[in-house]
Every structure is written in C-alpha cells, then in structure tokens.
C-alpha cells in the first residue's frame, strides 16, 4: 500500500534522507559499464556490503525501509530528482526553482518571504551619534523643524522576495499536479497535498509604516 505524503515531505526525503542529489552525481545506483560510459570511476567493492554501508556513512543517506535494499537509489527519490532536473528542459519550471526545490529539500527552509515586514524609515545619525537635523537657516544650524531620514525597506523589496517565495510555490505545485495526475510514476508513495502556505502573508495583512 502506499504511503500518503505531501509533495513538501518528499521533496525532504528525497534531498535530505535519500540525499538523491548527491548519489546521482557521484554515480552510486548505476552498473560498472553504466558508470564507464558516464566517465565516472570504478572502483571494485566488497560484496558483503561493508563497502556500500561505508559509503552511505559518508554520504549521509538514511536507510530507507520503503523494501528490501537493492543496492541503489530507491526507486521513487531517483525518479522525483529526475523528474526535477529535467524540469527546466520541459519548461515545467527555470533552474532558479530546480535550486530552490533541492535547497528546501536539504534544509527544510523555505524562500525568505520576509515575515511581518512592512516599510520602513529611520532617522538619519551622524558621526558623533547624533540625530541629523534640517533648519529653517541651516548656515546658523536654527529654527530646526524635522530630522532627516532614510529609508531601510522599500515595498519594492519586499514585493521582490514573496515573488521570489511564490515562483517556489508554483514550482512545487506544478510536481504536487504533476504526481497526482500520473500517480503509477511513484511505487511507495501518493502525494495528496502540496504542504506549504501558498500566501503566508496574507494571514497578518498590516499595510502600515514602520519608524525605527
């Protein structure tokens, strides 16, 4: 029976419990002759195993109870990381969302979308710690009516890194679709949801302007 997960959990099991980044490029999974042809080295290994428990040891990557252990990838964190390296191929997603993909794969961390942020100015200070000041006659430094100020976070800014977050959403969403359509692609797992906040800004909307 498969398991029930959502697209963000597989994504995590395959970069950061399968690791299958990291065994793809360094040819782990792939035959002798596979492995010359891909002008990769072959080294010869013991064949009780040792060897390939030495190496997962280096590499970091969790045994995996999903089947017995063919001594290779398991077979759905080989075809999600296929199916996300060739994504900019067939104009699924660019390479900036493959990054993205395989960065919140390892780390469980999402694109900064900049939590509570809001505009910002603060009050200009000068090399002795002291406020900036405009005057009515500046030449005397009198009659001062209001300090000077800088601007610290512009909306652009911020409108530019829950871009950022939503091209990552959508990128993973279109894998979420794309599983759910052709479901016999996974053998252990079905993704019914996708997992992550589509607009989490939206939950604490404050349209105000911020002075520190």
């Not at 006659?137 to 950022?164: F, N, S």
């Not at 977050?165 to 359509?181: G, R």
């Not at 800004?201 to 911020?210: A, I, M, R, T």
């Amino acid at each position: 029976m498969k398991k029930d997960i959502s697209m963000a959990a597989l994504i995590q099991w395959v970069y950061g419990a399968q690791k299958a980044h990291t065994v793809i490029d360094q040819g782990r999974g792939l035959l002798p002759d596979e492995r010359r042809a891909d002008g990769r080295a072959v080294r010869e290994v013991s064949g009780c195993g040792v060897a390939r428990c030495m190496d997962n040891g280096v590499l970091g990557v969790e045994i995996d109870y999903y089947g017995p252990d063919m001594g290779s990838l398991h077979v759905d964190a080989d075809e999600v990381h296929s199916m996300v390296r060739m994504a900019q191929d067939i104009r699924m997603f660019d390479y900036i969302q493959v990054g993205q993909i395989i960065h919140y794969g390892q780390t469980g961390i999402v694109p900064d979308w900049m939590p509570g942020a809001v505009p910002s100015i603060r009050p200009v200070v000068g090399r002795k710690g002291r406020v900036k000041m405009l005057y009515a006659d500046p030449k005397r430094q009198r009659g001062a009516y209001a300090c000077e100020v800088e601007i610290v976070l512009t909306p652009q800014q911020i409108e530019m890194a829950r871009d950022v977050y939503a091209k990552f959403v959508d990128a993973m969403e279109k894998l979420k679709l794309f599983y759910q359509d052709n479901p016999l692609k996974l053998n252990s797992f079905q993704v019914v949801e996708l997992g992550l906040e589509r607009v989490p800004w939206e939950k604490n909307v404050d349209l105000g302007v911020s002075i520190s």
